[in-house]
C-alpha cells in the first residue's frame, strides 16, 4: 500500500541534544579511513582556523539518521521497514560539526513517491547548535521495496 501523500510537509519534534565528543570524531574518522588531523588533533584543526577538532562531513548523519527513526516508527505513516533500503543522502553545512556542539535534529518529510510499486520517502533533518544556530541541513532518501505477489 502506498504512502500517504498528505504526511508531506509534516514536521516532528527535535530531538534531545546529542553532545559531540572529541573521543567519537576520532572514533568516526578511523572508521571510514579519514586520516586528516584536523579530526583527531587540536593543534591541527586550530592551524586551519577551527577552535578545537572538527567531524568528517558524514559524522552528522548517525544524528540525523537516528531522528529520522522517529518518521520511520510512526505507525500513521505505515512504512514497513523490513521492506527499507537506503536510496541517497546528502548534506548542506553552515559550518563544521566542533567537539563540545549540543545538537538537536527536526525532521520533516520532504516528498512520497510511489515508483514501480515502491515507496520512495525524502526526509530532510534540519540540524542546530546549543545556541539557535543552523549548522547543517541532511537529506535522506529512503526506498521502501514494492511487496512481493502472492
Known amino acids: 500500500m502506498a504512502l500517504d501523500q498528505s504526511f508531506v510537509g509534516r514536521t516532528y519534534p527535535s530531538t534531545e541534544p546529542y553532545e559531540v565528543g572529541r573521543e567519537k570524531i576520532r572514533e568516526f574518522a578511523e572508521a571510514v579511513g579519514e586520516a586528516n588531523p584536523v579530526y583527531s588533533d587540536p593543534e591541527a584543526a ?26 520511520i516508527e510512526d505507525p500513521q505513516l505505515g512504512l514497513d521497514y523490513s521492506r527499507v533500503v537506503h536510496g541517497s543522502q546528502k548534506f548542506a553545512y553552515n559550518r563544521p560539526v566542533r567537539v563540545g556542539d549540543r545538537l538537536t535534529v527536526t525532521s520533516t518529510i520532504e516528498g512520497i513517491k510511489s515508483l514501480a510499486g515502491n515507496d520512495v520517502l525524502d526526509i530532510r533533518g534540519e540540524v542546530h547548535d546549543e545556541a539557535g544556530e543552523h549548522v547543517v541541513t541532511a537529506w535522506t532518501k529512503l526506498v521502501a521495496r514494492a511487496a512481493e505477489e502472492a
Open 46 to 71: 586550530k592551524a586551519f582556523g577551527h577552535p578545537d577538532v572538527i567531524a568528517p562531513p558524514t559524522f552528522v548523519f548517525a544524528i540525523t539518521y537516528r531522528a529520522a527513526g522517529e518518521v
